[in-house]
Antibody
Framework: VQLVESGGGLVQPGKSLKLSCSASGFTFSSYGMHWIRQAPGKGLDWVAYISSSSGTVYADAVKGRFTISRDNAKSTLYLQLNSLKSEDTAIYYC??????????WGQGVMVTVSS | DIVMTQGALPNPVPSGESASITCQSSKSLLYSDGKTYLNWYLQRPGQSPQLLIYWMSTRASGVSDRFSGSGSGTDFTLKISRVEAEDVGVYYCQQFLEFPRTFGGGTKLELK
């Protein structure tokens, strides 16, 4: 199992960014997937979930600004980040759902929101 | 939201000794199926988190038997026997009974 995030970078407040998580080594379409973030020097903060049938759930802090999606044909998970704020600055991890939960994590991708 | 609160360790921990990390949830994580919806993770410096324990007391694949989880519906303990250098890092508990999936603030383990 491997999860590889990409798409991070430096972005100005109010702008947008799209993260990707490429999955391999398991049947991606059969698993729910999650995004979790970690602000510099802080703890873990769950962001969003998408089920195998593409139902979604979001943390209140990102609801209406972030969109989680998936492309099963490409075994890829996405997170569209809009209206970014400085407090969204963090390492963003994708993690596999199912049981046990979060048994595999990506290496993380850094998003920095700053003018 | 379910609030997860972790205790601190009396750092540093002498190598070879045991360490116990506590975690408390604001709501019982024991579900009607008899399972307790709590996980433990270790994040080593500069690495992604790693799953250690799920269902409160089941070790994840490949995890050393020096790690054990126990508890009730709201009070949980992760015990690390014979602490080694590779155990250094931050430990997190996390509930997966409800959305949002919430984590404890983390407990840092340092080695003496």
């Amino acid at each position: 199992v491997q999860l590889v995030e990409s798409g991070g970078g430096l972005v100005q407040p109010g702008k947008s960014l799209k993260l990707s998580c490429s999955a391999s080594g398991f049947t991606f379409s059969s698993y729910g997937m999650h995004w979790i973030r970690q602000a510099p020097g802080k703890g873990l903060d769950w962001v969003a979930y998408i089920s195998s049938s593409s139902g979604t759930v979001y943390a209140d802090a990102v609801k209406g600004r972030f969109t989680i999606s998936r492309d099963n044909a490409k075994s890829t998970l996405y997170l569209q980040l809009n209206s970014l704020k400085s407090e969204d600055t963090a390492i963003y991890y994708c993690a596999r759902g199912g049981i046990p939960l979060f048994d595999y994590w990506g290496q993380g991708v850094m998003v920095t929101v700053s003018s | 939201d379910i609030v997860m609160t972790q205790g601190a360790l009396p750092n540093p921990v002498p190598s070879g000794e045991s360490a116990s990390i506590t975690c408390q949830s604001s709501k019982s994580l024991l579900y009607s199926d008899g399972k307790t919806y709590l996980n433990w993770y270790l994040q080593r410096p500069g690495q992604s988190p790693q799953l250690l324990i799920y269902w409160m007391s089941t070790r994840a694949s490949g995890v050393s038997d020096r790690f054990s989880g126990s508890g009730s519906g709201t009070d949980f303990t992760l015990k690390i026997s014979r602490v080694e250098a590779e155990d250094v890092g931050v430990y997190y508990c996390q509930q997966f009974l409800e959305f949002p999936r919430t984590f404890g603030g983390g407990t840092k383990l340092e080695l003496k």
